[in-house]
């Protein structure tokens, strides 16, 4: 290698730097948004886990028919609801059927409890205020 093709290739040291960087900052990129997606699955998927343990603990609470406690039946729900939220921020498409039918369960209360209605449904993101919406007016109707 001469003196010239030296100089030649320290020309383009600073153009082959960038490049690099770019394609550094690139794949942190892209693993940083891999590694947020897994955190909220897992998040998602725990929530409903713990719902679905409060179900087979409390079946009354479950089927939206409380034998005693309301104030415990309200929770339960916000629970749901709270699950709900982060399964259709994760994946609405794969999550939507099954959440509507725990939805279903407990339609009249959503529909008609009017404590729940004006203090606690607005609280929700609009994405589930929305689906809840739809999802007590359609429930006469098959998924």
Not at 38 to 61: G, H, I, M, S, W
Not at 93 to 111: G, P, Q, T, V
Request: charged share 30%; with cysteine; glycine share 2%.
């Amino acid at each position: 290698m001469t003196l010239n093709d030296a100089q030649e290739w320290a020309k383009l040291a600073p153009l082959v730097t960038a490049l690099v960087a770019v394609v550094a900052v690139a794949i942190a990129w892209r693993q940083f948004h891999l590694n947020r997606q897994n955190q909220r699955e897992t998040t998602a998927n725990a929530t409903f886990r713990e719902f679905l343990k409060l179900c087979v603990q409390y079946p009354d609470l479950a089927d939206g028919k409380p034998s005693i406690n309301k104030e415990k039946y309200e929770w339960f729900v916000a629970h749901f609801l709270w699950a709900a939220e982060e399964l259709l921020e994760f994946d609405r498409d794969e999550w939507e059927k099954n959440l509507k039918l725990h939805l279903s369960y407990h339609s009249e209360f959503l529909r008609t409890d009017l404590r729940f209605r004006e203090e606690d449904l607005p609280t929700y993101s609009s994405d589930l205020r929305q689906f809840i919406r739809n999802g007590i007016e359609n429930f006469d109707k098959p998924f």
